[in-house]
């Protein structure tokens, strides 16, 4: 069974943000000859790394609503410059938003299991669901989404 990670999602103020920070580190990539997956460097290692890699995604808080995640497809781990060991995540390209779920903040990551994550957006009724983000956060308040 896989299980995810959930991450505030410093200095973006919506998912068009992450998504855009997310593009222009794409194209870094692919100019570099790189793949074009972001990374994430965290201190903590996750113990749990095997049922992460098994379809886990990294869930963004984003303005105290859980809005979006990207899928973990890699995790490194290395020691920095200064002999601190320190975590790569590598995330795919694509930023799927989810259905906003309301989140506290907190440091560093925590694991999320499945069942307590929100669904995509997209799998909301079958259908595709595009409105905006201001919309969707209220909807989710009132318990509606």
Do not use: N
């Not at 959930?6 to 992450?18: E, N, P, R, T, Y």
């Amino acid at each position: 069974m896989s299980l995810h990670m959930i991450k505030l999602c410093v200095g973006a103020d919506s998912v068009d943000d992450l998504k855009e920070w997310v593009a222009d580190r794409a194209m870094t990539a692919i100019a570099a000859g790189l793949e074009p997956h972001s990374v994430h460097t965290t201190r903590m290692v996750p113990k749990k790394a095997d049922e992460i890699l098994d379809g886990g995604s990294l869930y963004w808080v984003i303005k105290g609503q859980v809005l979006a995640r990207q899928m973990i497809i890699g995790i490194e781990t290395f020691t920095d410059v200064d002999g601190i060991g320190r975590c790569r995540l590598m995330l795919g390209p694509e930023v799927i938003e989810t259905a906003p779920q309301p989140r506290r903040a907190f440091q560093g990551w925590r694991y999320l299991r499945p069942e307590d994550a929100p669904p995509d957006l997209k799998g909301i009724g079958g259908a595709d669901v595009d409105m905006p983000a201001d919309l969707a956060r209220e909807l989710s308040e009132l318990g509606l989404l």
